[in-house]
């Protein structure tokens, strides 16, 4: 089966991560999956969310932020200003939650780590887009402080990285793009560590209930596309 644009079903898009995209920010990386644009930036705050404070054993925390901006999408989507959509929420949970589990939070002190992650271009898979940026962007961050000996190198516990999966008229396919994703009898949104653990699963049958072994099969094509971003994040970090 050759896709509409000409890849393999095991086959990823082509994939960039730009670090120091962002002048200011302490970590950021521009990810581009095809025509998927995120980009990521990571603020570190030398301080805590109030339910953190005045522990009598404090550690640090991490915590995500996810946007579409407004003409990321074929029609414009409104821009949130006064509060999140479920969706928006969700997500920014997702890329908190996977993120987190890459970190020692003990070993990161007193500080918080703010990824903003801002979709500029959306053509399927912005949050796994955006997870596996965002781990290279924090890795960035936080190499400055490890390099100054201001926290252990083991405050990075684990390398993360995300793909989407599903089938598609039957057939497993690796990285979707919007017409397959919108298409697809399965989505599957798979979160592992570099070793091949899985983090976190999202899943959904469209159309149709499916088979158990149909799943193992998704699990493993994400975690064939999982080796090659791992490949992918480890030759684009500059720190």
Not at 52 to 67: S, V
Request: hydrophobic fraction near 40%; aromatic fraction near 6%.
């Amino acid at each position: 089966m050759i896709r509409f644009d000409g890849r393999n079903p095991d086959q990823l898009r082509t994939i960039s991560l730009e670090t120091n995209f962002s002048k200011y920010a302490e970590g950021s990386v521009l990810a581009k999956f095809g025509d998927t644009h995120v980009l990521c930036n990571v603020t570190i705050e030398d301080n805590l969310p109030h339910w953190l404070r005045n522990r009598t054993n404090p550690h640090g925390w991490l915590t995500a932020e996810y946007a579409l901006l407004p003409r990321s999408t074929q029609q414009r989507v409104q821009r949130e200003q006064r509060w999140p959509k479920g969706r928006t929420q969700e997500i920014s949970r997702l890329i908190g939650r996977s993120l987190r589990m890459a970190l020692n939070l003990e070993k990161l002190g007193e500080r918080q780590l703010i990824v903003d992650c801002d979709v500029l271009q959306a053509d399927g898979g912005t949050r796994t887009a955006a997870i596996t940026a965002g781990w290279l962007a924090v890795r960035t961050a936080l190499q400055p402080l490890i390099d100054a000996e201001k926290m252990p190198a083991t405050v990075l516990r684990q390398q993360i990285a995300a793909i989407s999966v599903g089938l598609v008229e039957g057939r497993p396919l690796l990285d979707l793009a919007y017409v397959e994703d919108v298409a697809a009898e399965v989505d599957l949104n798979v979160v592992m560590t570099a070793s091949g653990e899985i983090v976190e699963i999202q899943g959904t049958a469209e159309k149709a209930p499916f088979k158990r072994h149909q799943l193992g099969e998704l699990v493993d094509l994400a975690a064939q596309g999982i080796v090659e971003l791992v490949k992918i994040q480890q030759q684009s970090f500059t720190g």
